[in-house]
């Protein structure tokens, strides 16, 4: 444990966690042979103290808890700024979070003072070998990614925190918030997710089919393709699938489906159940995201027509957030379907959400689709639109201008290489 807490690691090693057998110690390793640190944390003094002893802390816990609006949040920070303790500031990410994930607040002066504080926090931390509980390193990965907030200062400062806590410290739902967090942000630590891999391993027979699933969904989104891990998760699916409901396997095939990892429980499985029940919207949307793309072949033939052609009869219960899910797999797939992009459009129309119309929109410019003149767009949207037509009109006049310089004088020379590419393909239909 020594050895390996000063930086040895053995030379067999494969860095990726693709094998489960056989243990080698590494740097991560060491911390589940040595004394587990106490949970600490520090004041604006720099001082080190244990979690919550204070009744100001725990005041300021419960006021973050209560308050019902993101602006009463970001009022009790900068009034008890010189009071907050790091699982106040934790606690005021997650609360932020959790009343509305899509919101201006981020772009709020104190959410950046708050990110500031909460920065030199983790710095002091490192700087002293100690740690946080697993919890509250757990809530803030899964709370800033909510937001947006993708600090690479805070998240290698996290990452950093949680090696020396180790992963296997962690319960299993707060290890699946975690990595979820560290997905969503796009700061994927090489270091957590292969813990990550061995921990799901070791526990995924008695871990609960909600974590387990969300585990899974975060090394997809991470695009961490470890194939053992994949086909050892779909086996012990297949031997517990009656505790799984229809809509965890359909995030399950989800997450198979971006891997390409073509297991028995996303190529039968998975299908033959659709066919047996009716599955909910948010689960359709799942499914119809996990088969969209027919050129992998993942389900039988003619499924995400199926899978579409229900959609648009319960079109009705789609929010903003399912159809802008349903148009990023759409676009992912390149399948524009002409009905579901008209769907959308109303969607767009009856609720007003900028995130999720705007992130509608880049799907309909993805697809290489015009959207309706009467989408609303927001005017950032409008305005970065009109920059991209006029830079291409002007590439489309600047390579005009070259070719009609590099044009033959005489119909014997032959043709130049860009003239050749002016042809266009015509197919008429039946």
């Not at 772009?107 to 946080?132: C, F, G, H």
């Not at 949680?162 to 967090?181: P, Q, T």
């Not at 793309?293 to 052609?309: V, Y």
């Not at 009869?313 to 903003?320: F, W």
């Amino acid at each position: 444990a020594n050895a390996a807490a000063a930086g040895y690691v053995f030379p067999a090693y494969s860095g990726w966690g693709t094998k489960f057998k056989k243990r080698k110690a590494t740097v991560v390793d060491s911390s589940r042979f040595l004394s587990k640190p106490k949970p600490v944390q520090v004041d604006e003094r720099g001082f080190f103290e244990n979690k919550e002893l204070t009744k100001v802390h725990q005041r300021l816990h419960q006021n973050l808890k209560r308050a019902t609006s993101q602006e009463k949040v970001l009022s009790i920070v900068k009034e008890e700024k010189g009071l907050l303790s790091t699982s106040n500031r934790v606690v005021a990410i997650t609360r932020l979070a959790s009343l509305d994930r899509h919101a201006e607040c981020v772009r709020d002066p104190r959410v950046e003072e708050l990110l500031k504080d909460l920065w030199e926090d983790l710095e002091a931390i490192n700087e002293s070998q100690v740690t946080l509980a697993p919890a509250t390193l757990a809530s803030l990965a899964l709370g800033m990614a909510r937001l947006g907030l993708r600090h690479p200062e805070i998240f290698r400062c996290l990452g950093q925190v949680v090696r020396r806590s180790g992963l296997w410290s962690f319960a299993d739902s707060e290890a699946a918030s975690l990595l979820e967090g560290f997905s969503r942000a796009r700061r994927c630590d090489e270091v957590i997710f292969q813990e990550g891999s061995r921990l799901i391993m070791a526990r995924m027979d008695r871990m609960e089919p909600k974590v387990l699933t969300t585990m899974m969904t975060a090394f997809a989104c991470a695009n961490i393709a470890i194939e053992t891990l994949f086909f050892a998760v779909g086996d012990c699916v297949l031997r517990r699938l009656d505790q799984w409901t229809l809509r965890q396997l359909a995030e399950l095939a989800d997450a198979f489906a971006r891997v390409r990892a073509r297991h028995t429980l996303l190529l039968d499985v998975v299908p033959s159940r659709c066919e047996k029940a009716i599955p909910s919207v948010e689960a359709l949307v799942l499914l119809f995201s996990a088969y969209v793309d027919s050129r992998q072949g993942f389900g039988p033939e003619g499924l995400r027509e199926e899978l579409a052609k229900q959609l648009l009869e319960r079109q009705g219960e789609l929010s903003a957030t399912l159809m802008r899910r349903l148009l990023q797999a759409a676009a992912r797939a390149r399948w524009p379907s002409h009905a579901l992009l008209e769907a959308a459009a109303k969607v767009a129309t009856r609720e007003a959400s900028t995130f999720e119309i705007d992130a509608m929109f880049d799907c309909f410019l993805q697809l290489r689709v015009v959207p309706p003149s009467d989408f609303p767009i927001s005017d950032e949207k409008k305005k970065h639109r009109e920059e991209r037509l006029k830079a291409r009109e002007e590439r489309q006049r600047r390579w005009k201008e070259e070719l009609q310089g590099e044009m033959p004088s005489t119909e014997e020379e032959p043709l130049p290489e860009k003239a050749l590419r002016t042809c266009r393909l015509r197919v008429e239909r039946d």
